[in-house]
């Protein structure tokens, strides 16, 4: 079945140092959107990309959509202590079901 | 609007007990999905409705869970006999057609069986 893959699994980085977070799918997908979880809560919904290429901005943080739609990446632009949680992506294929990556858990140091 | 609701909040069940999660989605949102999150398998789709028609569940681990939606603004998933390796939060998401919309995932069941 399809899977997708997120790299790393866990980033501690210092106030002020970019992150960047990694998605690959097994398959090419329709559409790939962002989620972020905060320690104990549930996941928010931060962004699609639906086009080859596609690059979009949300204040500090860039999301990528691959040429072949296959992978993606969420980058933030010095990091602060608000941005501390766990940063999902998730696939869909043509089988309109959405495929979850084991996320990334990302901890800021003051 | 209210968002999506969910109870439970936390639940703790002896094993073999009948566990009943219930969830309440946005309002005029015609898609559901059942997820369940733990440390080991991250966040897995169990079962996923289309106006109210269980569409894939291919995700349900065994027969002891069982889904509903008999209408529009209310969804349950139960286990029966429940078991240990069943501990996980449970969330519910909605989204306004299907999978390719945003989803908007409720405050999450956290069940605990001993």
């Known amino acids: 079945g399809q899977q997708v893959m997120q790299i790393p699994q866990y980033q501690h980085v210092q106030e002020g140092e970019d992150f960047t977070t990694y998605c690959n799918s097994s398959?090419?997908?329709?559409?790939i959107q962002w989620y972020k979880q905060r320690p104990g809560g549930h996941p928010v919904f931060l962004i699609q990309?639906?086009?080859?290429?596609e690059v979009k901005k949300q204040k500090r943080l860039t999301f990528q959509f691959g040429e072949a739609k296959k992978n993606s990446s969420l980058h933030i632009t010095a990091t602060q202590t608000t941005d501390v949680g766990t940063y999902f992506c998730?696939?869909?294929?043509?089988?309109?079901?959405?495929?979850f990556g084991e996320g990334t858990q990302l901890t800021v140091n003051p | 609007d209210a968002g999506v609701i969910q109870s439970p909040r936390h639940e703790v069940t002896e094993m073999g007990q009948e566990v009943t999660l219930r969830c309440k989605p946005i309002s005029g949102h015609n898609s559901l999905f059942w997820y369940r999150q733990t440390m080991m398998r991250g966040l897995e789709l169990l079962i996923y409705f289309n106006n109210n028609v269980p569409i894939d569940d291919s995700g349900m681990p065994e027969d002891r869970f069982s889904a509903k939606m008999p209408n529009a603004s209310f969804s349950t998933l139960k286990i029966q006999p429940s078991e240990p390796r069943d501990s996980a939060v449970y969330f519910c998401?909605?989204?306004?057609?299907?999978?390719?919309?945003?989803?908007?995932f409720g405050p999450g069941t956290r069940l605990t069986v001993t």
């Open positions: 990309l639906v086009k080859s290429g």
């Open positions: 998401a909605s989204s306004l057609m299907r999978a390719s919309y945003e989803q908007y």
């Open positions: 398959t090419t997908l329709s559409n």
């Open positions: 998730a696939g869909e294929t043509s089988g309109s079901r959405l495929t």
